[in-house]
């Protein structure tokens, strides 16, 4: 049995490998080979999740006890981190192909390299006034899209450092820089992996858990396939939150303001823990966040950085649709009942609904213990996204990984369900199939309330079995 898996870890791993490699070669139109090659890496996934939880379980060790030695650690934990950077090599050559945020991102640092102010100027604007400073400029203009172009750039100032950093490094070379920025993506998750191993030991949960998220076809497609920095932004937040449970004010606080920092969306860890600690340690914490969170701001900060950056958020949340679940419905209902959409008053009020459920965790929940602390935030980023009205697959980031420390596994079936949304683009004017949608929601939905009520399909028991 144990040869069995030795043998098996490693033909997984060379499937997984030509998996990635010919995924890479579709386009997002090839919607159905892509899905199909999808499932696939998910089923090779699921069964190198299975060996490893098996081998622990058995404390086999399934791999030469020399890595081990060289590296000065585990042999399994050395073997799952090289896989993990393996398999994401793949990509590391690729243009994304199944997002093109990327050249905003480029077009970004190129404004910072070259002292501008990247949240003051529209692509759109620059490009009929000049913008031969900018590699490139005219390719990048037209790939990234008329919505990207037409509105203000919404990513935080530490996320524009790394488009900056990338920009330098790769220089007027475009793979250049997408080499580079997938290098910061993919240390991102090494950071993460070893981080989430130290959490899931002080929680006394196994190893081999992190690998549902460090192993996961969406992380490696999503974070560094398609260059999204949700990676980024859930690594910081991670550490934040590690040493948050560590009782280290000072530390947490600055990784959870880096998080803001990359993308707005770990603000809402701050509510829920206003009463997990006494009331001095948590002013403290939430201090250093604030002057870490103001000086990430402060060199870039003008009173019409404020009026357009607060305008380019609010497009989310007022005008934007895609993939949403509870929103869809209250907008098939406000059809019927007025005749249009009612995207403009129903978007104000799904987000203090949201608002309100995080308020009812903090208090209602006693997040002053690790494990009630990351379910808290496990459901307050699932609330947010069920009535969100935008649900990109890369929004799962947070919420996956954070799933890996509760015994909730239904953001790993979301996960692979979440591929579908790209049916959308398979149609030629991008409409979105609600088959589909209906699909994933449902599936997630149910699964979610059975865990809730007590159920599991997926065992996750705190046990010291690799230690």
């Not at 858990?209 to 690594?235: D, R």
Request: proline share 3%; charged share 10%; glycine share 6%.
């Amino acid at each position: 049995m144990k040869a069995r898996l030795q043998n098996g870890f490693g033909i997984l791993l060379i499937l997984s490998f030509l998996g990635y490699s010919f995924l890479s070669t579709l386009s997002r139109k090839q919607y159905y080979p892509s899905l199909l090659t999808y499932i696939g890496l998910f089923a090779l996934f699921l069964a190198l999740c299975w060996m490893a939880k098996t081998a622990t379980e058995k404390r086999w060790e399934l791999f030469s006890a020399w890595l081990g030695n060289f590296f000065k650690a585990k042999s399994s934990f050395v073997a799952w981190l090289l896989a993990g950077v393996v398999l994401r090599l793949v990509l590391l050559w690729v243009t994304p192909w199944l997002s093109q945020d990327f050249f905003r991102f480029i077009w970004d640092g190129h404004l910072s390299l070259n002292g501008f102010n990247p949240y003051l100027y529209l692509p759109d604007d620059l490009i009929v006034s000049g913008a031969d400073f900018i590699p490139n400029a005219e390719f990048l203009h037209a790939s990234m899209g008329s919505l990207s172009s037409g509105h203000f750039t919404n990513y935080p100032p530490l996320n524009q450092f790394f488009f900056a950093a990338a920009a330098y490094l790769g220089g007027d070379s475009l793979l250049h820089t997408v080499i580079w920025m997938r290098v910061f993506i993919i240390l991102a998750d090494v950071v993460t992996f070893i981080y989430g191993i130290k959490l899931l030991r002080l929680l006394g949960k196994p190893d081999w858990l992190i690998l549902l998220y460090y192993l996961n076809p969406f992380v490696i497609v999503e974070l560094t396939g398609n260059l999204h920095w949700e990676g980024v932004m859930a690594c910081f937040m991670l550490i934040g939150v590690y040493h948050f449970i560590c009782y280290d004010k000072w530390r947490s606080g600055l990784f959870l303001g880096f998080g803001v920092l990359v993308k707005l969306l770990p603000v809402l860890v701050f509510p829920l823990v206003v009463r997990a600690r006494k009331f001095k340690w948590i002013v403290l914490f939430y201090i250093t966040a604030a002057v870490t969170i103001i000086a990430g701001f402060a060199p870039l900060v003008s009173g019409e950085l404020i009026e357009k950056y607060a305008a380019s958020i609010g497009l989310w949340f007022g005008t934007f649709e895609f993939n949403a679940s509870i929103y869809y419905v209250i907008r098939a209902i406000g059809y019927e009942v007025t005749g249009y959409n009612i995207i403009g008053t129903v978007g104000k009020i799904l987000p203090l609904i949201t608002i309100a459920v995080i308020i009812l965790l903090s208090l209602l929940r006693q997040n002053k213990y690790p494990e009630v602390l990351l379910t808290s935030i496990l459901l307050a980023f699932t609330t947010y996204l069920l009535l969100s009205t935008t649900v990109h697959p890369w929004y799962l980031t947070i919420p996956l990984l954070f799933s890996l420390f509760t015994r909730y596994r239904f953001m790993v079936v979301w996960s692979c369900l979440v591929f579908v949304s790209y049916s959308a683009y398979a149609n030629a004017d991008y409409s979105e199939n609600f088959w589909w949608i209906g699909l994933e929601y449902g599936v997630v939905l149910f699964i979610c309330i059975l865990e809730l009520t007590g159920k599991s399909i997926f065992s996750a028991r705190t046990n010291q079995l690799n230690r």
